[in-house]
């Protein structure tokens, strides 16, 4: 193969390792490209293009996290990563590992590690590639790696959740929540809803978003139950799909335009976690965007009118 094919037949890779890294669409799409400049321009071929391709993509992404870490500190209200629909790479060896990885909760626990940690977790531990080749892609030896390792397991093992093994029961769930969340039934919200289930909103300050989490099942039930009617109203709908691996769903305005991704934790039976991704910055990957401050208008006018 010529180097385009190489390369192209390795982007879902190189992406998705990427993306872990990152917790970006765009980030990991642009450090995708920035490799392939890299090389296209090199003048040798080496010896394994996987694990050059991989090592540039990672040492790139290093890079970016570290100048975005600092950007994250000052972000306005809680940070999610941006939502992905559906993981480019497969590897049917190791679809429980990348199933687990992108979602949601977990690429906020990676959030905690070092850049350092969190690619050497994320190469070895998700993508399975030897400490030779980790090595080179972080530039330390295979004993600081191993080290690094241990580190980012325990702050893993300490907070990882543990989703539903069972894929359809979990996506039965989510279809009698979104069926609960159209008809606005709070009893029947309320059922699915972990006791202590959270509902929190990433509008980075650029979109109306929740002044904090809404803890309980009674108090998220009802919210949905008041807010998804006055939606409807003004023509939001929604789609179920997946978000990042798990179920979730994204909601479009009157013109089709996305106003916002939602994901759900389950576990256990019930929903756990609901995260909604309103920041405009984080859904241009998924088409146009909504104005979600005029659609928060609307639906405050729609209320208005109800009265």
């Given amino acids: 193969m010529n180097k385009v094919d190489e ?79 559906s993981d480019p790479y497969q590897d049917p060896a190791r679809s429980a590992e990348l199933a ?35 090595a080179s892609a ?11 390792l241990v580190r980012a397991r325990r702050h893993m093992e300490a907070g990882r959740p543990r989703f539903e093994a069972d894929r359809q029961e979990r996506q039965e769930l989510a279809t009698r929540f ?24 990433d509008g980075g300050g650029k979109a109306p978003q929740l002044a904090r989490a809404v803890i309980g099942a009674e108090n998220v039930a009802r919210l949905l139950a008041s807010v998804f009617p006055l939606l409807a109203r003004i023509d939001v709908t929604f789609e179920p799909h997946e978000v990042n691996g798990q179920p979730g769903a994204i909601f479009r305005d009157r013109d089709g335009r996305v106003l916002h991704a939602l994901a759900l934790d389950v576990l256990d039976g019930q929903i756990q976690t609901i995260r909604s991704v309103i920041n405009p910055d984080k859904l241009g990957h998924l088409g146009p965007v909504a104005d979600a401050w005029a659609i928060d208008g609307e639906v405050k006018q729609a209320r208005r009118q109800m009265k």
Avoid: H, N
């Fill in 7 to 85: 390369f192209e037949e390795l982007r879902p890779l190189l992406f998705s390792i990427a993306y872990r890294i990152l917790g970006s669409v765009s980030e990991a799409e642009d450090a995708v490209q920035e490799t392939w400049l890299r090389f296209d321009g090199s003048t040798t071929l080496p010896t394994s293009v996987k694990a050059f391709l991989s090592a540039t993509v990672t040492r790139i992404s290093i890079d970016v996290l570290r100048s975005a870490r600092v950007r994250r500190e000052e972000y306005v209200g809680p940070w999610f990563p941006e939502p992905l629909l």
């Fill in 100 to 134: 687990d990885s992108v979602s949601m909760a977990a690429l906020l626990l990676l959030e905690r590690l070092s850049p350092l940690e969190r690619s050497v977790f994320v190469l070895r531990e998700v993508f399975g590639f030897g400490f030779d080749d980790v």
């Fill in 138 to 148: 972080v530039g330390r030896s295979e004993a600081a790696c191993r080290q690094l």
């Fill in 178 to 201: 979104f069926d609960a969340l159209r008809e606005g039934d709070v009893a029947g919200l309320r059922d699915l809803l972990a006791a202590d289930v959270q509902m929190v909103g």
